[in-house]
Structures are given as structure tokens and as C-alpha cells.
């Protein structure tokens, strides 16, 4: 086949602008929305997230729903998250769920609701989108850009951590307790003074944070002097060993007293631990000095109104998914966020 026949057989598959509507969604849609994410996202495929996501999370004026022909074709949703961005307060949304029929995938669908989102959010006055990519090569053409990494610590707990917490702090295991997203909020409110951008969490969002890090299987531990909230960390503990999502303190000491007491618990069952932390050296300060650690880019953004003035490295574009031992120029953050 010639390239000119291979372009135009391509062509073909494109969906057309006037056999597309996009609208937001009704009552009546749910039912599709919940099973497309199923679809399209075998991880939440089994189990209660998705019931618990339209329960708790969706909100039609976030979503966009993609017909096509007719049908119900593709879906895309970007609820609103508050962003600490050069000394202010910054809108933006938070984009997830963009997903297509599997049928009627490679038609340009998603690209095109995509755009068509951006643009309302654009005129509505919001000025970031930003996203975790299940592929940067689909969104690169939208304008969104890696932003911010992560760093990944495997830490051999055989090695490190072998001495008991000091005792200073007070540790709790949380797991269903009301109390547990208004320290956790409080920790972050204190943490997050590390990055010069990150999202802002309130005690809702952390309890949304907690409810799906729990349907996860996921556990807390929590580390207070008095009634004070120092440090927290959520972790999942897996045969292969402890997945620590997130490591966030007010006070060092405290995160140190939460990973000695986790060595203290996991090491003989499950000695590896991966540790992410923002890729901040603040931020990994409790951590050993004398072992390495994988950059990774994680999260891109798009400025949707051109007046950034260089919120979240939009300057600087780690394009590849190893990016080696990049360092961010400013201190961003960005890992959860509901």
C-alpha cells in the first residue's frame, strides 16, 4: 500500500464533527458511564470503587458525554481541585476517566471531547488541567506536559530502620475512623509549605482520599505528640512487600518513628519496601542518603490560559518515561488528589 492510500485508509476511520455531539451527561447515562469505566479500566473492573466514585465523586456538571452516530461513545470527566501556585490560590480541574466504547476506539473521539472540554474550562476562567497519562503520547497533542515527578526508593527493610521507634510519638493505625481525614489534612497543610505548587487538600478531599486508599486494601499510620498530627503515611502491605503511596510530616523525627515501626511490623513477612516521594530532597529527608532512587515523570498539565508564569515547570517538558536524574527546577507536587 502506498503511503498516500495508507493515509487516506486512515482517514476514513476518523470520526466526523457532524456526526458528534457532546453534551453533559443525564440521569439515564449513568448506567453507561459506570460499566465504560469498568470497560476501559480493569483495575476498578472488580470490587466497590466504581459504585463508590458515582456515589461519592461524579457530578454531571464535571462530565462530558461524546455521542457519536447516535450512540453513546466516549466519556472524559475533570473535577475542580484548588492549586497552591506561586503564592496564590489557582484553579484548575483534575482530569480522569477519559475512556472510548472499545469498538470505536482509534477514531479521534477522545481527542476531539478533549478539546471540546478544554475550551469550556478555558472560558470558564480555569486556568490548569492536569492529569496522570495512562500514555503521554495521547496527550501531547492536546498541549499537556510533564510537570511534576516522583521519586521510587526500593528499600531493603533488613537493612535499614532496625531500631524500634524512640517513643517521642504517639503511632495509630487507622482504618474507618472520622478523625483520621482532619489530621491527615492537618499534616498536609504543614507539608505541603515544601513545594512552591502543589493541589490544596481540605478534610473532604482527604476523607475521599482515605475511602479510596482503603477500598485498595490500603492501611494509615499516623504519628501524634499530645493531640497533635506530626506525620502520616499510606501504605499498602502486599505479600511482596510494603507500597508506601504516600510519606507526608510536619516533623521529620515523626516520619522517622512511622518507618522504624513499619520496618518493626512488615520486616520479616514482607523485608521490601517502595517508597514514592515527591522528587523534592525535602521531601525525602527521612529516607536513607546512601541509596539511589528512579525519577519519574508523573503528572502533565496544560495552562489553559496562557498566564502560568511558569506554574508548574511548564517550561520543562521531561519527555520520556525514564527521565533518569532529572531535577525539577521548583519544588512541585502532585500525587492524589479527589
Known amino acids: 500500500m502506498t503511503h498516500n492510500k495508507a493515509h487516506n485508509k486512515a482517514q476514513e476511520t476518523k470520526a466526523r464533527r457532524e456526526d458528534v455531539v457532546i453534551r453533559r ?15 476501559a479500566f480493569p483495575e476498578d473492573r472488580e470490587g466497590g470503587f466504581v459504585p463508590w ?20 461513545a466516549a466519556m472524559a470527566y475533570a473535577p475542580e481541585v484548588r492549586l497552591k501556585c506561586a503564592g496564590r490560590t489557582a484553579r484548575a480541574v483534575y482530569v480522569q476517566g477519559v475512556a472510548t466504547v472499545e469498538e470505536l476506539r482509534g477514531r479521534g473521539l477522545c481527542h476531539m471531547l478533549l478539546a ?35 521519586r521510587r526508593y526500593d528499600i531493603d527493610l533488613n537493612r535499614y530502620y532496625l531500631l524500634p521507634p524512640d517513643g517521642n510519638c504517639r503511632l495509630e493505625h487507622w482504618l474507618d475512623v472520622p478523625g483520621a481525614a482532619s489530621d491527615m489534612a492537618a499534616v498536609y497543610a504543614v507539608w505541603s509549605y515544601k513545594f512552591a505548587a502543589c493541589p490544596l487538600r481540605d478534610e473532604h478531599s482527604c476523607r475521599l482520599l482515605l475511602e479510596d486508599h482503603r477500598a485498595d486494601g490500603g492501611l494509615l499510620m499516623l504519628a501524634r505528640q499530645g493531640d497533635e498530627p506530626l506525620a502520616y503515611a499510606l501504605y ?23 518507618l522504624s515501626a513499619l520496618a518493626a511490623d512488615y520486616r520479616e513477612d514482607t523485608p521490601q519496601a517502595v ?14 542518603d546512601d541509596i539511589g532512587w528512579r525519577v519519574l515523570p508523573f503528572a502533565m498539565v496544560k495552562d489553559l490560559t ?31 488528589y479527589f
Open 25 to 39: 451527561p443525564s440521569a439515564g447515562d449513568e448506567g453507561f458511564l459506570m460499566q465504560l469505566w469498568r470497560d
Open 236 to 258: 499498602t502491605a502486599t505479600p511482596q512487600g510494603i507500597f508506601i503511596r504516600e510519606l507526608a510530616f510536619a516533623e521529620a523525627r515523626a516520619a522517622r518513628e512511622i
Open 275 to 288: 517508597i514514592i516521594t515527591p522528587d523534592v530532597p525535602a521531601a525525602a529527608a527521612v529516607l536513607p
Open 306 to 336: 496562557g498566564r502560568g508564569g511558569g506554574c508548574y515547570n511548564l517550561d520543562n517538558d521531561y519527555a520520556s518515561d525514564d527521565a533518569g536524574a532529572a531535577v525539577l527546577p521548583q519544588p512541585v507536587y502532585f500525587y492524589e
Open 116 to 150: 471540546d472540554m478544554l475550551a469550556g474550562l478555558a472560558a470558564d476562567g480555569v486556568e490548569y488541567a492536569l492529569l496522570k497519562p495512562f500514555d503521554a503520547g495521547f496527550y501531547r497533542p492536546l498541549g499537556f506536559r510533564f510537570a511534576a515527578c516522583v
Open 53 to 72: 466514585y458515582f456515589a461519592r465523586c461524579y457530578r454531571p456538571e464535571h462530565t462530558l458525554l461524546l455521542e457519536w452516530q447516535g450512540r453513546p
